[in-house]
């Protein structure tokens, strides 16, 4: 099995920054994808950057130019999230999937990020 443990978050005014971490354990190395998906308090999930094993990104529509995804090392991933918006206050996940599997497969606890106007 997969663990995820997510690290940042925090409340910060509309227009700052703020910077996430997720660190891999247990079976890492099976991790083919990556990343960081968010609930918001409407309660719908959507994707916010996933990075695969070969170090390809993919980020939701949303956050394009604004947040960046990089990987510290083999283990852990950062996401670098600048000029934050209120609409981005959200429950931030760090997920993973392994190289076959469909879906995402293992999910941290999630980290709180409150943006405010």
């Known amino acids: 099995q997969v663990q995820l443990v997510e690290s940042g978050g925090g409340s910060v005014q509309a227009g700052e920054s703020l910077r996430l971490s997720c660190e891999a354990s247990?079976?890492?190395?099976?991790?083919?994808?990556m990343g960081w998906f968010r609930q918001t308090p409407r309660n719908q999930r959507e994707l916010v950057a996933l990075?695969?094993?070969?170090?390809?990104s993919t980020y939701g529509d949303s956050v394009k130019g604004r947040f960046h995804i990089t990987r510290d090392d083999a283990n852990t991933l950062s996401l670098q999230m600048n000029d934050l918006q209120p609409e981005d206050t959200a429950q931030y996940y760090c997920?993973?999937?392994?190289?076959?599997?469909?879906?995402?497969?293992?999910w941290g606890k999630g980290t709180l990020v409150t943006v405010s106007s």
């Open positions: 997920a993973a999937r392994r190289q076959f599997a469909s879906d995402i497969e293992f």
């Open positions: 247990g079976r890492a190395s099976s991790i083919h994808a």
């Open positions: 990075m695969t094993k070969d170090d390809t």
